[in-house]
């Protein structure tokens, strides 16, 4: 196995690996790395830095894409959001939690990207999703 391949296992793991000065950084979820690629993650330690530095590549060049989970169970409301459809009930036209601010945009404005970034952070997150019922 090459280093790259070496690089993508790790990536598929949800592993992220980047340098930060002469250090190589290693940051992976709990228990999903075995001793057999932590003792590799030492042995190639140089080369892996020379690698990353090279190909200008840092922790979100290999982060995993991101891919919705099935949810199996019904997840109990926040405290944050017990908080909202309680001031949400007591006077549904008083927009409690709603925050506005302006700006200035110097330049122009592309209405259609700002549209389609705004979209994308939505469909990126599940929280901001607007779908399901209140129970």
Known sequence: ??????????SD????????????????????????QRDLLTLHKTELITLLRS????????DLPLVRIE???DLP???GQQSMLFLNGLDRENPFYNVSFS???IGS?????????????IRRHEHQHAEGEQR
């Open 77 to 79: 409301v926040s405290f």
């Open 1 to 10: 196995m090459n280093l790259n391949q070496f690089l993508t296992e790790l």
């Open 55 to 62: 190909s200008n590549m840092s922790a979100s060049d290999i």
């Open 109 to 121: 404005l592309s209405v259609t990207a700002l549209e389609q970034s705004i979209n994308e952070i």
């Open 13 to 36: 793991l949800g592993v992220k690996l980047w340098t930060d000065g002469d250090q190589l950084r290693v940051r992976s979820p709990k228990g999903v790395l075995t001793q057999k």
């Open 103 to 105: 700006m200035r945009i």
């Open 71 to 73: 949810k199996h169970l």
